[in-house]
Structures are given as structure tokens and as C-alpha cells.
């Protein structure tokens, strides 16, 4: 089949490098503009486009696919399909019958579960055992489109959102690559999502991913987590200035600290929270480059003892007394 591959970020590039590998032809690659990153703010073209012109393919990078010079190029292509890996916008209803066999994307749940810009996250900080990847035709409702395949992949207990999406790009781009071929040989057709065991997804702002500390300690560790890379899990210093924060450790031994009391050890930091204490990984002051924990605590000569602003709840200091218990579903909200 010919095909237009539609995706941005580093996470859509296995299904590319699958999909330029696979008996189909890519004759055009569909991401996103350019856009600023980086602390000199330049000009990056996307991993898919990088990708993309390093095998030389056409590249098109509308500021929306509703463009009448996109849609007239789209049909031009004369593509029989169009797959779709987290391409970063809204695929308008003048695009989605263009080609033959419509648009297929791969999204990163077993739907429908997690529909959304954030799947992996969402898992991650839920506490679900359990995720996958699923091939559905895309339609106008948001992730809704019935379904054309599926796979099951374990959430470990010390996965990042990072660790488990590269693991899903991989498996899934293997899944969108027997999509397509089952497809073109008419021995697959999609199947209606169920109405039952529908869940959200929004993507996670900035403010999302701040730490309460006085949530339980397997809450802390699951928003963390499911904030690692990105958008980053952080908490505030006393002096207003923001912590980044990684991937830390629970400590189930020791709960004698109150909700975001710091206690300093010689080469490590442990932050109390409404059940037991977490032990700090590596962390970004604001600024500043990442570093251990313990040597960023000795740098910025924080007294034992010390609150975080964090752990007040409802803007009333926890420094004693029972710990505060909150069921997991407020936690990232």
C-alpha cells in the first residue's frame, strides 16, 4: 500500500523505521512544524521529519491539516492509507475518507482505557499492573474509532513513563506493521470499542506534576514516576524556588516524618509524606544542572527537620500528628 505516516515526537520514529521496513511504500511523512526548544530557544525540526529526510521522503509540515494547500496534496498522494503514531493534532473530517482504507493510528492503551494525549501517564500514576497498545481506525471523536488490533505489555513496578513507552513504541510499531498488512490482504476488520471501561487521558500540565506530600508514599512514587521524563515531577523549596524531581525510592521503614519533612543523611535525603518516607533520586534545582540528591542537600544547606511547602494541606503545615490518608484517584488531578 502506499501510505502517509503522520507522527512527531521520538516515540513515533520505531513505527516509521517498521514501516519503511515493511512491504508498504511511505511516499510522505505528515509531523508537525518546527518548534523552539532547548535554553537558546532554535528552531528543531521533529524526530519524525529528521527520520524522515534522512531517508529521503517527502515531508509536510502543515500549522494545521484542515490547510486547503495540505488536503490538496493529501489527495494527490493518492495514498491508500494513512497511519498515525501521537502526531500532535486533530486530523479534520475533510481528511479522514481521503484514503482508501482511512486512517490508522496506534495509540499507546488497550482501549478503551486511557483515551487521551497522556495513556502511559495515566496507567503509571493509576496504579495500573496492566497496559498495551492498540491499532483502532481513526474517526471525529476523540480515540473512539473501533479497533483493529491489540497487545498487552506489564507496567513493572519501577517503570517511568519514559522506560514503558519506548518498550510500547517497539512492540507497537510491530503491531501497526501486521495492521496494515492484514488490512491490504481483507482478513482484518475493526471492531467497535465496548461502552464499558472508559477512562481519560488528558495530557498532564505542568501543575499536574507537582508533589503533595502529604499524599501516600505509593502515590508520591507513581506521580513521579509517571512524570519521568516528561513533564517532570516537581515540589517547592522553602525559599519559593522549584525541585525537580526523579524517580525516588519508598522507604516503608521509616514513617516518624511529618508530610514534606526533610531529614538529611551523609549521602542521601528522605522526604516524609502521609504514610512512610520516600528516598530522593536524582533531582534539578531550578537553574541548575541534574544531580544526587545528597549532594544537591549539602549545597543548599538545608537544616534536618526542614518542611517542604508541599506538604501543607489545604495551606495548614502538617508537622505532627496523624498523617493525612487521600485515596490515589486526586493524585496528578
Not at 482511512?102 to 502511559?120: D, K
Request: net charge negative; glycine share 12%; with cysteine.
Amino acid at each position: 500500500m502506499r501510505l502517509l505516516f503522520a507522527g512527531t515526537p521520538d516515540v513515533a520514529v520505531p513505527a516509521l523505521d517498521a514501516l519503511l521496513g515493511s512491504r508498504h511504500d511511505v511516499v510522505a511523512v505528515l509531523t508537525r512544524p518546527d518548534a523552539r526548544s532547548g535554553r537558546g530557544r532554535t528552531l528543531a525540526a521533529s524526530p519524525v521529519k529528521q527520520r524522515a529526510l534522512d531517508a529521503g521522503i517527502e515531508v509536510l509540515t502543515p500549522r494545521s491539516p484542515r490547510e486547503p494547500e495540505f488536503l490538496d496534496r493529501l489527495a494527490a498522494l493518492e495514498v491508500d492509507a494513512a497511519p498515525v503514531v501521537a502526531y500532535g493534532a486533530l486530523v479534520p473530517a475533510a481528511a479522514l475518507d481521503v484514503p482508501r482504507f482511512g486512517w490508522v493510528n496506534l495509540h499507546f492503551s488497550v482501549l478503551p482505557a486511557w483515551r487521551g494525549a497522556a495513556p502511559v501517564q495515566r496507567a503509571i500514576i493509576a496504579g495500573d499492573e496492566v497496559t498495551g497498545a492498540s491499532t483502532f481506525l481513526l474517526e471525529e471523536g476523540l480515540d473512539t474509532g473501533p479497533v483493529f488490533g491489540m497487545l498487552t505489555e506489564t507496567i513493572r513496578p519501577r517503570d517511568t513513563s519514559g522506560d514503558l513507552l519506548g518498550r510500547l513504541a517497539v512492540a507497537g510499531a510491530e503491531l501497526l506493521v501486521r495492521t496494515l498488512d492484514a488490512m491490504e490482504d481483507g482478513i482484518v476488520s475493526p471492531v467497535p470499542q465496548p461502552a464499558d471501561g472508559v477512562s481519560q487521558a488528558p495530557r498532564l500540565e505542568v501543575e499536574d506534576a507537582r508533589v503533595h506530600w502529604f499524599h501516600p508514599a505509593y502515590a508520591v512514587d507513581r506521580l513521579v514516576r509517571g512524570c519521568t521524563p516528561a513533564p517532570g515531577a516537581w515540589t517547592t523549596l522553602p525559599d519559593g524556588t522549584r525541585l525537580g524531581l526523579g524517580p525516588l525510592t519508598p522507604v516503608p521503614d521509616v514513617d516518624d516524618l511529618a508530610p514534606g519533612e526533610l531529614r538529611l543523611g551523609k549521602n542521601d535525603v528522605l522526604v516524609g509524606t502521609g504514610t512512610h518516607a520516600v528516598r530522593l533520586g536524582a533531582v534539578t534545582p531550578a537553574g541548575k544542572r541534574t544531580m544526587d540528591a545528597g549532594a544537591w542537600a549539602r549545597g543548599a544547606r538545608l537544616a534536618d527537620g526542614t518542611p517542604l511547602p508541599d506538604g501543607a494541606v489545604l495551606g495548614q503545615a502538617v508537622l505532627g500528628g496523624a498523617p493525612a490518608t487521600h485515596d490515589d484517584t486526586e493524585v496528578g488531578a
